[in-house]
């Protein structure tokens, strides 16, 4: 499920036994995947042990992707790709993350 959201990723995470994993697919503006992987390292060093083996993908523009209008539901509804980003709305169906990148720009 995860692989579905690459084609606008930036990045993929994978946290596993508290060690972070990153497979970079393009550069994001500025610093912002840098300082968003800064933030998720200062997650783990601030709660060790506490966060759960996870992977995900992250994309690091604003503007939400993953439309609701194209995920209906029903009984063979297909899940939306699960993608984090910083930004979010009604007609969306993007995960919202904080922005910790305005710490670095």
Same mark, same amino acid.
């Given at each position: 499920? $995860? /692989?579905?959201a690459? #084609?606008?990723?930036?990045?993929?995470?994978? =946290?596993?036994? *508290?060690?972070?994993y990153?497979?970079? @697919?393009?550069?994001? =503006?500025q610093?912002? *995947? /840098?300082?968003?992987?800064?933030?998720?390292?200062?997650?783990? &060093? &601030? @709660?060790? *042990? #506490?966060?759960?083996?996870? /992977?995900?993908?992250? %994309? !690091?523009? %604003? #503007?939400?992707? $993953? &439309?609701? &209008? %194209? @995920?209906? *539901?029903?009984?063979?509804?297909?899940?939306?790709?699960?993608?984090?980003? @910083? !930004?979010?709305?009604?007609w969306?169906?993007?995960i919202?993350?904080? %922005?910790?990148?305005?710490?670095?720009?």
């Open positions: 499920m $995860v /692989e579905r690459k #084609r606008t990723a930036h990045f993929r995470v994978a =946290i596993v036994k *508290g060690k972070v990153v497979e970079k @697919y393009k550069k994001s =503006i610093t912002r *995947g /840098e300082f968003t992987l800064w933030g998720i390292l200062q997650l783990l &060093r &601030r @709660y060790p *042990g #506490r966060l759960p083996d996870l /992977e995900l993908m992250f %994309d !690091c523009n %604003d #503007r939400p992707v $993953v &439309r609701s &209008r %194209d @995920y209906p *539901g029903g009984p063979n509804a297909t899940a939306p790709p699960p993608l984090f980003r @910083y !930004c979010g709305d009604r969306t169906m993007d919202v993350f904080p %922005d910790w990148s305005f710490w670095g720009w």
